[in-house]
T-cell receptor, first 115, second 111 residues
Framework: KAGVTQTPRYLIKTRGQQVTLSCSPI?????VSWYQQTPGQGLQFLFE???????NKGNFPGRFSGRQFSNSRSEMNVSTLELGDSALYLC??????????????FGPGTRLTVL | TQLLEQSPQFLSIQEGENLTVYCNSS?????LQWYRQEPGEGPVLLVT?????EVKKLKRLTFQFGDARKDSSLHITAAQPGDTGLYLC???????????FGSGTQLTVLP
């Protein structure tokens, strides 16, 4: 069974631009969560999607948004990029929602650099 | 605010040595997960501990959940270079409905 895939793996943008990251979950998984990982703040929860609906959101500004499609694939968008948005963005999928104690499987991440 | 504190932050040891890393919280948690993340990859779940005082073993790795369920430790016996990676603890917050991660311990095992 294929694992979680994320595209692109690397991305370089400039301040003020916007970016869209993509995540394909493991087949059959319906929950997709997104995380931001930086050296200073560690791994922080962005949001979780289940059945095409955002179920909860971490403490991030509204510039961070996402969506989930009917095939469970998810995209994350960051608008008006800032230097501090440079990070590894990780996607994780699970059979059910996080609240159900379902195990998450992480993708390799997208390394975003904002210049 | 970091709700889970991990120590040490960095650890560099020789192959064959033993080590212990710690994860502490000021509040009780219902369960705790340990992950390992290797360079260029996402974290991989190693174990979930749910019962106070619980001990779980995974080959050379021993995980312990504190009796008061506010701390946990990971002990590695006879470390190998393949154990190199970032070790993360994480807890699920029911009120926030999210997984909160500790700051991590970066382990390097030298051959």
């Amino acid at each position: 069974k294929a694992g979680v895939t994320q595209t692109p793996r690397y991305l370089i943008k400039t301040r003020g631009q916007q970016v869209t990251l993509s995540c394909s979950p493991i087949s059959g998984h319906r929950s997709v969560s997104w995380y931001q990982q930086t050296p200073g703040q560690g791994l922080q929860f962005l949001f979780e999607y289940f059945s095409e609906t955002q179920r909860n959101k971490g403490n991030f500004p509204g510039r961070f948004s996402g969506r989930q499609f009917s095939n469970s694939r998810s995209e994350m968008n960051v608008s008006t990029l800032e230097l501090g948005d440079s990070a590894l963005y990780l996607c994780a999928s699970s059979l059910g929602r996080l609240a159900g104690g379902n195990e998450q499987f992480f993708g390799p991440g997208t390394r975003l650099t904002v210049l | 605010t970091q709700l889970l504190e991990q120590s040490p932050q960095f650890l560099s040891i020789q192959e064959g040595e033993n080590l212990t890393v710690y994860c502490n919280s000021s509040s009780v948690f219902s369960s705790l997960q340990w992950y390992r993340q290797e360079p260029g990859e996402g974290p991989v779940l190693l174990v979930t501990v749910v019962t106070g005082g619980e001990v779980k073993k995974l080959k050379r790795l021993t995980f312990q959940f504190g009796d008061a369920r506010k701390d946990s430790s990971l002990h590695i016996t006879a470390a190998q270079p393949g154990d190199t990676g970032l070790y993360l603890c994480a807890k699920y917050s029911g009120s926030a409905r999210q997984l909160t991660f500790g700051s991590g311990t970066q382990l390097t095992v030298l051959p």
